[in-house]
């Protein structure tokens, strides 16, 4: 089997590593010329942590990033409020990772470039997708180099002006706001403590502001700001002077712009996920609102959730992808979404980030056409202790592109490659398990 991905940011290099390690050709091609270089989405969510510890990728992705930052709020010159999007929650057994993560995306996409490449796979710059045709058993595809390519299955995970998307001639349903907009992007600011961050605001508007989040990995901020008329000036003088007018002349001097676009509101979900041999994930199927930090993990659970099932290859098996994963990118938009009218609102609350935000709610448990994976909730973690007497987590028994069959106290042997003997009494709580009971564990940690 061979497949080519249209994209190189995290849902395309998530599902790149996830076929390159189940030993399947892939080629990952892009049309830029060069790596992005911003922070984009810089917000993990602790269930994106728990794929990349499969992934195998969590510890340079912990070691590169930081806390989420408390914020300092201040509102017409003085300082008001210290606050964070969320408190930090402590770990338990069965949720290791409780708090998001901030890592800029370039940084992200370049560990998963990393992790790809050690499977011998190279992301292939300046090679777009210019057409393609298929069959009811290949694929074949025009690359902007003049090659044509012969694959299994093709994925657009090409952002959302997909060209894939719009090739297929799939409806993407939604909205853009052109009522907002903002200025987003990187830059160094001397005057400001680069352990916190800062939101600035009149005291008349207060949620109507300019916000500084420190990146990880040097001395950069990720700033947003809203603009007023329909010229933006994305230039530093252009940002410094909106710093100026919502800290006060001589707050913070700016320097280092590496980045910077101007963002509006957009909403949007893809009608359908898959024609045929051809599939979307990522921005390409859904695009978010910042808000709450959902648009890139809910991409990097796309590719995760696809990969073994292109592997796989059943029909029955790959066409659970669509409905597992859009209607949780419907779910997830609806978040995103009462979050974005929040802020339109003036809420306070909307500086705040809930469960829902996590993604560790995730389930798959009442879709009734999934069968035959049956699918349900995500699984926990939990202490275990391995046919060597040692004590070892769930999830590291889990790593690795296989299923996994959790028995509990069993007295009979078991076939299964994968098969874990469960005695531990936590383990039986966190799971509610008698013994006797088994439990399968798909590959994208899910029950089955």
Not at 275 to 298: E, S
């Amino acid at each position: 089997m061979n497949v080519l991905i249209a994209g190189a940011g995290p849902t395309g290099l998530t599902l790149g590593i996830e076929l390159a390690r189940r030993g399947i050709a892939v080629r990952v091609i892009d049309k830029a010329t060069e790596f992005f270089d911003g922070s984009r989405g810089d917000g993990l969510q602790p269930r994106t942590l728990e794929v990349f510890e499969d992934l195998g990728v969590l510890d340079e992705v912990l070691k590169q990033g930081r806390s989420v930052p408390l914020m300092k709020i201040h509102l017409s010159g003085q300082l008001v409020d210290e606050r964070r999007m969320a408190e930090p929650v402590e770990p338990t057994a069965d949720i290791p990772y409780p708090n998001a993560w901030m890592l800029g995306q370039s940084r992200t996409e370049k560990i998963l470039r990393d992790k790809l490449a050690e499977y011998g796979v190279q992301v292939e710059l300046d090679t777009a997708i210019v057409g393609f045709s298929q069959t009811t058993d290949v694929v074949t595809a025009e690359l902007s180099t003049g090659e044509t390519v012969t694959a299994d299955y093709l994925v657009g995970a090409d952002g959302g002006k997909s060209f894939v998307r719009k090739q297929l001639g799939i409806a993407f349903e939604g909205t853009t706001d052109e009522s907002i907009r903002m200025l987003l992007g990187d830059v160094a600011a001397d005057g400001l403590d680069h352990e916190v961050g800062y939101w600035f605001a009149a005291k008349d508007n207060p949620m109507s502001g300019i916000a500084m989040t420190p990146l990880s990995g040097g001395d950069q901020f990720q700033f947003g700001a809203p603009l007023d008329g329909e010229d933006a000036d994305t230039s530093i003088e252009g940002l410094q002077a909106l710093v100026d007018n919502y800290a006060g002349p001589g707050t913070a001097k700016l320097r280092d712009l590496t980045w910077s676009t101007v963002w509006r509101p957009n909403v949007r979900l893809a009608e359908k996920f898959r024609v045929g041999r051809v599939f979307i994930a990522g921005d390409a199927a859904h695009v978010h609102p910042p808000t709450g930090g959902q648009g890139l993990n809910t991409g990097v659970q796309d590719a995760y959730n696809l990969g073994w099932k292109l592997a796989d290859g059943r029909e029955e098996v790959l066409a659970t992808y669509e409905t597992e994963r859009r209607t949780n990118a419907a779910r997830v938009l609806g978040i995103s979404e009462d979050l974005m009218q929040k802020h339109v609102d003036g809420d306070e609350s909307a500086l705040e980030r809930g469960e829902n935000t996590r993604q560790l709610d995730v389930s798959y448990r009442d879709l009734a056409d999934t069968r035959p994976l049956t699918s349900g909730d995500r699984a926990p973690d939990a202490p275990v202790v391995d046919a060597e007497g040692n004590k070892v987590r769930l999830f590291e028994l889990f790593r690795g592109p296989h299923e996994t069959l959790l028995r509990f106290s069993p007295t009979t042997p078991s076939t299964h490659p994968h098969a874990v003997e469960i005695t531990s009494p936590e383990a039986f709580a966190i799971y509610h398990a008698q013994p006797g009971d088994e439990i399968l564990i798909r590959p994208d940690g899910y029950l089955a």
